[in-house]
């Protein structure tokens, strides 16, 4: 029965802590199922993106810092996002004055509202890193992801390089959560994949409604292929140790 509880109890701070992901997927929803006047629909997501934004700031549900952590994973996204749009992976085909390069700016909340869920997850759960490698390690990890992401479509696509280094260098790894009074301690690659899944499952709903289209969901949609839980893997980790850097950083500040 103790265990159904702690359950229960991590499921509704999990819950609580996609507050921005599940905002990004009623607006979605309602833009798809709702006629809005006077607007596009890629630009009434905008305008209610940085809306729920305000609001998750205002209600001091994140902070300033976090507000800064969660800007920079948007325009990494959107940066990404043009790539990826010119070079075809998928499309935005409907029209909006708020668009660049084709890429609606809504999109970069697609990306922010990751480093959102990992923000309050990391506050609601107590987080800590056990065995975090040095960000001499790290940051040259994050920044080879990154580029990776976008030199694969000319050159040797190197994520299963760079996933078996990672397994080598967070092999000892492990993250330690809060859960109401108990500790529980989960390995940090496992973690790291299980994010990845869930953002899996979380962009086939995006796409349902529409978010994006990849080729062969231009005139149906099909679920999106398994192969990208390795990409959201790999994102879930640039997302880690930007947030991993603020919470170091803050830390020694008030030392």
């Given at each position: 029965?103790?265990?159904?509880?702690?359950?229960?109890?991590?499921?509704?701070?999990?819950?609580?802590?996609?507050?921005?992901?599940?905002?990004?997927?009623?607006?979605?929803?309602?833009?798809k199922l709702v006629h809005i006047p006077y607007l596009y629909r890629y630009d009434?997501?905008?305008?209610?993106?940085?809306?729920?934004?305000?609001?998750?700031?205002?209600?001091?549900?994140?902070?300033?810092?976090?507000?800064?952590?969660?800007?920079?994973?948007?325009?990494?996204?959107?940066?990404?996002?043009?790539?990826?749009?010119?070079?075809?992976?998928?499309?935005?085909?409907?029209?909006?004055?708020?668009?660049?390069?084709?890429?609606?700016?809504?999109?970069?909340?697609?990306?922010?509202?990751?480093?959102?869920?990992?923000?309050?997850?990391?506050?609601?759960?107590?987080?800590?890193?056990?065995?975090?490698?040095?960000?001499?390690?790290?940051?040259?990890?994050?920044?080879?992801?990154?580029?990776?992401?976008?030199?694969?479509?000319?050159?040797?696509?190197?994520?299963?390089?760079?996933?078996?280094?990672?397994?080598?260098?967070?092999?000892?790894?492990?993250?330690?959560?809060?859960?109401?009074?108990?500790?529980?301690?989960?390995?940090?690659?496992?973690?790291?994949?299980?994010?990845?899944?869930?953002?899996?499952?979380?962009?086939?709903?995006?796409?349902?409604?529409?978010?994006?289209?990849?080729?062969?969901?231009?005139?149906?949609?099909?679920?999106?292929?398994?192969?990208?839980?390795?990409?959201?893997?790999?994102?879930?980790?640039?997302?880690?140790?930007?947030?991993?850097?603020?919470?170091?950083?803050?830390?020694?500040?008030?030392?």
């Open positions: 029965m103790k265990h159904i509880k702690y359950l229960v109890y991590f499921g509704i701070q999990q819950a609580l802590s996609c507050i921005f992901p599940a905002s990004i997927f009623i607006i979605l929803a309602v833009s009434f997501i905008l305008i209610a993106c940085l809306i729920v934004q305000l609001l998750m700031v205002y209600f001091k549900l994140e902070t300033i810092d976090e507000l800064k952590v969660i800007c920079l994973f948007h325009i990494l996204g959107l940066c990404l996002e043009v790539y990826k749009v010119h070079m075809g992976s998928w499309a935005y085909p409907e029209y909006a004055f708020t668009k660049i390069g084709e890429v609606p700016l809504y999109s970069g909340f697609m990306y922010a509202s990751v480093a959102s869920y990992i923000c309050q997850s990391w506050k609601r759960l107590e987080l800590k890193f056990l065995n975090w490698p040095s960000k001499y390690i790290m940051y040259p990890i994050a920044i080879i992801i990154y580029l990776n992401f976008f030199t694969h479509h000319f050159m040797f696509d190197m994520r299963w390089v760079i996933t078996a280094g990672l397994v080598l260098v967070l092999w000892k790894s492990v993250v330690e959560f809060k859960v109401s009074t108990k500790q529980y301690r989960m390995p940090l690659i496992l973690s790291f994949l299980f994010i990845g899944f869930f953002i899996w499952v979380a962009e086939n709903i995006s796409t349902y409604f529409g978010a994006w289209k990849y080729p062969d969901q231009i005139k149906i949609w099909n679920m999106v292929h398994i192969s990208k839980i390795s990409s959201w893997f790999l994102l879930v980790i640039i997302s880690i140790i930007i947030v991993v850097n603020l919470k170091n950083t803050k830390y020694l500040r008030c030392k």
